[in-house]
Protein backbone atom coordinates (compact mmCIF):
# COMPACT_ATOMS: atom_id res chain seq x y z
CA UNK A 1 0.00 0.00 0.00
CA UNK A 2 1.37 3.52 -1.01
CA UNK A 3 2.25 5.69 1.93
CA UNK A 4 3.64 9.19 2.85
CA UNK A 5 7.10 8.85 3.82
CA UNK A 6 9.12 11.92 5.91
CA UNK A 7 12.90 11.79 6.84
CA UNK A 8 14.61 12.24 9.04
CA UNK A 9 12.30 10.82 11.96
CA UNK A 10 13.92 13.16 14.43
CA UNK A 11 16.32 16.14 14.15
CA UNK A 12 17.96 17.67 16.64
CA UNK A 13 19.68 21.85 15.95
CA UNK A 14 20.78 24.24 17.56
CA UNK A 15 18.52 27.62 17.87
CA UNK A 16 19.45 30.23 14.60
CA UNK A 17 20.61 26.94 12.27
CA UNK A 18 18.56 26.20 9.03
CA UNK A 19 16.63 22.95 9.22
CA UNK A 20 14.89 21.13 6.22
CA UNK A 21 12.35 18.36 6.48
CA UNK A 22 11.59 16.08 3.35
CA UNK A 23 8.59 14.28 2.58
CA UNK A 24 8.08 12.02 -0.28
CA UNK A 25 3.98 12.21 -0.71
CA UNK A 26 2.37 9.23 -2.60
CA UNK A 27 3.14 9.02 -6.04
CA UNK A 28 -0.11 10.17 -7.83
CA UNK A 29 -1.17 13.00 -5.30
CA UNK A 30 -1.47 16.17 -6.59
CA UNK A 31 -2.05 18.47 -3.56
CA UNK A 32 0.69 18.57 -0.45
CA UNK A 33 0.33 19.88 3.01
CA UNK A 34 2.58 20.12 6.23
CA UNK A 35 1.08 20.61 9.68
CA UNK A 36 3.07 20.68 12.81
CA UNK A 37 2.31 20.03 16.72
CA UNK A 38 3.59 21.25 19.08
CA UNK A 39 3.67 18.38 22.56
CA UNK A 40 0.42 18.37 23.86
CA UNK A 41 -1.28 20.35 21.68
CA UNK A 42 -3.38 20.14 18.75
CA UNK A 43 -2.25 19.42 15.14
CA UNK A 44 -2.23 23.07 13.33
CA UNK A 45 -2.10 23.47 9.44
CA UNK A 46 0.92 25.23 8.16
CA UNK A 47 0.82 25.50 4.49
CA UNK A 48 -0.89 23.57 1.39
CA UNK A 49 1.04 23.46 -2.11
CA UNK A 50 -0.86 23.12 -5.48
CA UNK A 51 0.77 23.04 -9.06
CA UNK A 52 3.73 24.19 -7.81
CA UNK A 53 3.06 27.07 -5.72
CA UNK A 54 1.60 27.80 -2.28
CA UNK A 55 -2.45 27.70 -2.03
CA UNK A 56 -3.21 28.78 1.77
CA UNK A 57 -0.49 29.11 4.31
CA UNK A 58 -1.48 29.61 7.93
CA UNK A 59 -0.33 32.87 9.99
CA UNK A 60 2.58 30.40 11.45
CA UNK A 61 4.01 30.09 8.26
CA UNK A 62 6.11 33.72 8.21
CA UNK A 63 8.76 33.89 6.05
CA UNK A 64 11.08 31.94 7.84
CA UNK A 65 9.63 29.06 6.53
CA UNK A 66 9.92 28.17 3.04
CA UNK A 67 8.41 24.61 0.67
CA UNK A 68 9.48 23.65 -2.65
CA UNK A 69 8.61 20.69 -4.38
CA UNK A 70 12.60 20.45 -6.38
CA UNK A 71 12.25 17.00 -8.42
CA UNK A 72 8.75 14.86 -8.89
CA UNK A 73 8.79 13.20 -5.69
CA UNK A 74 10.08 15.25 -2.92
CA UNK A 75 8.60 17.98 -0.99
CA UNK A 76 10.19 19.75 1.80
CA UNK A 77 9.46 22.53 3.89
CA UNK A 78 12.56 24.81 5.40
CA UNK A 79 12.65 26.83 8.40
CA UNK A 80 15.46 29.18 7.89
CA UNK A 81 16.65 29.91 11.46
CA UNK A 82 15.08 27.96 13.56
CA UNK A 83 13.74 29.15 16.62
CA UNK A 84 13.23 26.75 20.52
CA UNK A 85 9.67 27.75 20.01
CA UNK A 86 9.76 25.61 16.61
CA UNK A 87 10.00 22.44 18.13
CA UNK A 88 7.53 20.49 17.38
CA UNK A 89 6.11 17.25 15.20
CA UNK A 90 6.12 18.11 11.39
CA UNK A 91 3.50 16.16 9.38
CA UNK A 92 3.64 16.19 5.66
CA UNK A 93 0.47 14.84 4.28
CA UNK A 94 -0.94 14.26 0.70
CA UNK A 95 -4.18 13.94 -1.37
CA UNK A 96 -4.81 12.84 -4.76
CA UNK A 97 -7.18 15.10 -6.90
CA UNK A 98 -10.41 13.20 -7.01
CA UNK A 99 -10.10 12.33 -3.14
CA UNK A 100 -11.18 14.09 0.52
CA UNK A 101 -8.49 11.81 2.30
CA UNK A 102 -5.10 13.23 3.22
CA UNK A 103 -2.81 10.86 4.10
CA UNK A 104 -0.28 11.59 6.53
CA UNK A 105 3.62 10.35 7.14
CA UNK A 106 5.36 9.60 10.35
CA UNK A 107 6.32 12.92 11.24
CA UNK A 108 9.59 14.33 11.66
CA UNK A 109 10.36 15.31 15.67
CA UNK A 110 12.61 18.63 15.38
CA UNK A 111 14.20 19.24 18.27
CA UNK A 112 15.47 23.20 18.45
CA UNK A 113 18.22 23.44 21.52
CA UNK B 1 -13.71 31.77 13.45
CA UNK B 2 -13.35 27.71 12.04
CA UNK B 3 -12.80 25.83 14.49
CA UNK B 4 -13.07 21.92 15.81
CA UNK B 5 -13.99 21.22 19.29
CA UNK B 6 -12.92 18.04 21.22
CA UNK B 7 -14.63 18.54 24.80
CA UNK B 8 -12.69 16.20 26.79
CA UNK B 9 -9.15 15.78 26.84
CA UNK B 10 -8.98 12.99 28.40
CA UNK B 11 -11.04 9.66 28.39
CA UNK B 12 -10.18 6.99 30.64
CA UNK B 13 -12.57 3.75 30.54
CA UNK B 14 -12.18 0.16 31.06
CA UNK B 15 -11.85 -2.67 28.46
CA UNK B 16 -15.02 -4.06 27.17
CA UNK B 17 -16.86 -0.54 28.30
CA UNK B 18 -18.82 1.88 25.44
CA UNK B 19 -17.03 4.99 25.14
CA UNK B 20 -18.13 8.38 23.64
CA UNK B 21 -15.26 10.77 22.04
CA UNK B 22 -16.95 14.42 21.48
CA UNK B 23 -16.66 16.68 18.96
CA UNK B 24 -18.50 19.83 17.82
CA UNK B 25 -17.72 22.12 14.99
CA UNK B 26 -18.24 25.33 14.10
CA UNK B 27 -20.56 26.33 11.06
CA UNK B 28 -18.09 28.22 9.43
CA UNK B 29 -16.26 24.94 8.35
CA UNK B 30 -16.98 22.92 5.65
CA UNK B 31 -19.12 19.43 6.57
CA UNK B 32 -16.23 17.06 5.45
CA UNK B 33 -15.41 15.34 9.07
CA UNK B 34 -13.15 13.38 9.85
CA UNK B 35 -11.76 11.73 12.81
CA UNK B 36 -7.68 10.77 12.71
CA UNK B 37 -6.17 8.57 15.45
CA UNK B 38 -2.42 8.76 16.35
CA UNK B 39 -1.15 5.38 18.42
CA UNK B 40 2.31 6.42 20.57
CA UNK B 41 5.02 7.53 18.53
CA UNK B 42 3.23 6.97 15.33
CA UNK B 43 1.37 9.27 12.64
CA UNK B 44 -1.83 10.22 12.07
CA UNK B 45 -4.48 7.18 10.46
CA UNK B 46 -7.53 8.12 9.00
CA UNK B 47 -10.52 6.19 10.86
CA UNK B 48 -13.41 7.28 9.35
CA UNK B 49 -15.10 9.95 7.45
CA UNK B 50 -18.60 12.12 6.64
CA UNK B 51 -18.38 13.12 2.93
CA UNK B 52 -22.15 12.90 2.64
CA UNK B 53 -25.32 10.67 2.64
CA UNK B 54 -25.89 8.64 5.70
CA UNK B 55 -24.78 10.61 8.73
CA UNK B 56 -23.92 7.63 10.54
CA UNK B 57 -20.43 6.32 9.43
CA UNK B 58 -18.13 3.04 10.60
CA UNK B 59 -14.99 2.50 11.03
CA UNK B 60 -13.59 -1.27 10.38
CA UNK B 61 -12.68 -1.54 13.81
CA UNK B 62 -15.62 -1.15 15.39
CA UNK B 63 -15.92 2.60 16.32
CA UNK B 64 -18.75 4.53 14.45
CA UNK B 65 -19.47 8.55 14.33
CA UNK B 66 -22.48 10.50 13.41
CA UNK B 67 -23.02 13.68 11.70
CA UNK B 68 -25.85 15.80 13.03
CA UNK B 69 -26.07 18.80 11.83
CA UNK B 70 -28.58 20.93 14.11
CA UNK B 71 -26.10 19.82 16.88
CA UNK B 72 -22.93 20.42 15.03
CA UNK B 73 -21.38 17.86 16.45
CA UNK B 74 -20.22 14.29 14.93
CA UNK B 75 -19.26 12.27 17.95
CA UNK B 76 -17.44 8.92 18.00
CA UNK B 77 -18.40 6.18 19.95
CA UNK B 78 -17.33 2.57 20.58
CA UNK B 79 -19.68 0.32 22.38
CA UNK B 80 -16.99 -2.01 23.88
CA UNK B 81 -13.15 -0.96 23.31
CA UNK B 82 -10.21 -2.47 24.10
CA UNK B 83 -6.60 -2.34 25.26
CA UNK B 84 -5.56 -1.85 21.88
CA UNK B 85 -7.54 1.25 20.95
CA UNK B 86 -5.61 3.19 23.46
CA UNK B 87 -4.10 6.59 21.49
CA UNK B 88 -5.60 10.04 20.98
CA UNK B 89 -8.30 10.68 18.58
CA UNK B 90 -8.32 14.21 16.55
CA UNK B 91 -11.58 15.08 15.00
CA UNK B 92 -10.76 17.58 11.98
CA UNK B 93 -12.86 19.17 9.35
CA UNK B 94 -11.97 20.81 6.44
CA UNK B 95 -12.00 24.46 6.51
CA UNK B 96 -14.44 26.66 4.34
CA UNK B 97 -11.61 27.57 1.84
CA UNK B 98 -11.13 25.12 -1.29
CA UNK B 99 -7.44 23.94 -0.81
CA UNK B 100 -7.74 20.98 1.65
CA UNK B 101 -6.39 22.20 4.93
CA UNK B 102 -7.60 20.64 7.89
CA UNK B 103 -8.64 21.94 10.96
CA UNK B 104 -8.09 20.01 13.79
CA UNK B 105 -9.41 19.75 17.24
CA UNK B 106 -7.21 19.39 20.79
CA UNK B 107 -7.51 15.76 20.51
CA UNK B 108 -8.66 13.25 23.12
CA UNK B 109 -6.56 11.00 24.90
CA UNK B 110 -8.34 7.19 25.18
CA UNK B 111 -6.95 5.74 27.89
CA UNK B 112 -8.02 1.97 28.26
CA UNK B 113 -7.30 0.12 31.69
CA UNK B 114 -7.68 -3.63 32.36
Sequence with gaps: ???????????????????????????????????????????????????????????????QFSVERPDGSNFTLKIRSTKLEDSAMYFCASRDSGGNEQFFGPGTRLTVL | AQSVTQLDSQVPVFEEAPVELRCNY?????????????????????????????TLVESINGFEAEFNKSQTSFHLRKPSVHISDTAEYFCAAYGSSNTGKLIFGQGTTLQVKP
Design chain 1, 1 to 63: EPEVTQTPSHQVTQMGQEVILRCVPISNHLYFYWYRQILGQKVEFLVSFYNNEISEKSEIFDD
Design chain 2, 26 to 54: SSSVSVYLFWYVQYPNQGLQLLLKYLSGS
